[in-house]
């Protein structure tokens, strides 16, 4: 950790921020994780050097660990049968068009922190026509207020339930 570290320094953070591992998750996100009495609002002014050592060139994001809350959407079009089971809709495409489509769901874009996933496998996923899909908030509140107001949203052209 002491070359990361130095890394780190080198790229503006400050000596008394010191990283005592890193790691990937299932997710692609990588975690830093310091020393106890750091917190991720410590380090956040310094994203730009921290996502550089990590991946020379990249950008990131740092985000405190904090819970997340969240919403499932149910009948929602998988793709398989606009292309016999081939193709299947990415959660980045899905994410477009929930934007596209509902201006409530536009409006809590930066309190989205984990953009809509596929509850179930591609591989079961090949052999449906609807599934559903789960994304996550950040506040409570926001997740009260969107399930209470939003029973529905308009996705591929379908009404889906919240």
């Known amino acids: 950790m002491s070359s990361y570290n130095q890394l780190l320094k080198s790229n503006g953070t400050p000596d008394n921020q010191v990283v005592t591992a890193v790691k990937w998750n299932l997710q692609g996100n990588y975690i830093v994780i310091t020393h106890s009495d750091i917190t991720a609002a410590d380090i956040i002014p310094f994203t730009e050097g921290i996502a550089n050592v990590i991946i020379p060139g990249a950008t990131g994001t740092i985000r405190e660990d904090k819970k997340w809350f969240k919403i499932e959407v149910n009948n929602v079009r998988t793709g398989a049968q606009d292309s016999n089971g081939k193709d299947i809709y990415s959660p980045e495409f899905i994410y477009?068009?929930?934007?596209?489509s509902n201006p409530e769901y536009m409006a809590i874009t930066?309190?989205?922190?984990?953009?809509?996933?596929?509850?179930?496998?591609?591989?079961?996923?090949?052999?449906?026509?609807?599934?559903?899909v789960v994304f996550a908030v950040d506040?409570?509140?926001?997740?009260?207020?969107?399930?209470?107001?939003?029973?529905?949203?308009?996705?591929?052209?379908?009404?889906?339930?919240?």
């Open 96 to 100: 477009k068009n929930l934007q596209y």
């Open 110 to 132: 930066q309190h989205i922190v984990l953009k809509p996933r596929w509850v179930h496998p591609a591989s079961e996923l090949s052999q449906q026509d609807y599934s559903s």
């Open 139 to 162: 506040s409570q509140e926001i997740h009260q207020t969107f399930l209470t107001n939003h029973k529905t949203l308009l996705i591929f052209g379908v009404i889906a339930k919240t």
